[in-house]
């Protein structure tokens, strides 16, 4: 058998939208997302989606896109016909839960942004003070459809970076 290559990195979050209209324009408009590629719908049989991607008889893919916010790697979005029974989101305590962290310049003025435009924002900015994150000021918001997502910002190396970590890769590198 022949020695594996490394792992490089983190090339793209994929995950599921109820409406890719809205989940499109909510990035866009939200987050300056640009979309990279369309693909549309998916026209494989049954037994290729159980196969390859784990989804029951009658489940297609209706709509797929890729697309990038700022650097780092790409959001596939995917939306879905022939899903039936009950469709709401986990909660943060469930395994199987995610979100997805931006970097932001300033956390505090992105979140007043956000209000403005009608985001559903949890409490916050709220700025770590001590330990290994110290310095983290983050704040969690919802899309349209419930997906929990954050926005982060670091104005100082953090705390577990001051002591020696090794530093955490953020898409301001190479600013």
């Known amino acids: 058998m022949a020695k594996s290559k490394s792992i490089l990195g983190l090339h793209h979050i994929g995950f599921t939208v109820p409406d890719m209209h809205q989940a499109v324009t909510f990035f866009t408009d939200i987050?300056?997302?640009?979309?990279?590629m369309e693909c549309g719908s998916v026209d494989?049989?049954?037994?290729?989606?159980?196969?390859?991607?784990?989804?029951?008889?009658?489940?297609?893919?209706?709509?797929?896109?890729?697309?990038?916010?700022?650097?780092?790697?790409?959001?596939?979005?995917f939306e879905y016909s022939g899903v039936t029974g009950n469709q709401s989101l986990k909660h943060n305590g469930e395994v199987g839960a995610m979100h997805i962290a931006f970097e932001v310049d300033d956390a505090?003025?992105?979140?007043?942004?956000?209000?403005?435009?009608?985001?559903?924002?949890?409490e916050g900015p709220t700025l770590i003070e001590g330990g290994p994150m110290d310095g983290l000021v983050w704040l969690y918001l919802r899309s349209p459809w419930g997906q929990f997502l954050e926005i982060v910002s670091a104005t100082r190396p953090l705390g577990y970076e001051a002591q020696g970590g090794p530093k955490l890769w953020t898409p301001s590198e190479g600013a």
């Open 31 to 36: 987050f300056g997302a640009v979309t990279v």
């Open 44 to 77: 494989v049989d049954d037994a290729f989606m159980a196969k390859h991607l784990g989804v029951p008889k009658g489940v297609r893919i209706a709509d797929q896109r890729v697309i990038q916010i700022g650097r780092g790697g790409s959001l596939e979005l």
């Open 108 to 122: 505090f003025a992105v979140a007043q942004r956000l209000e403005t435009a009608g985001v559903d924002l949890l």
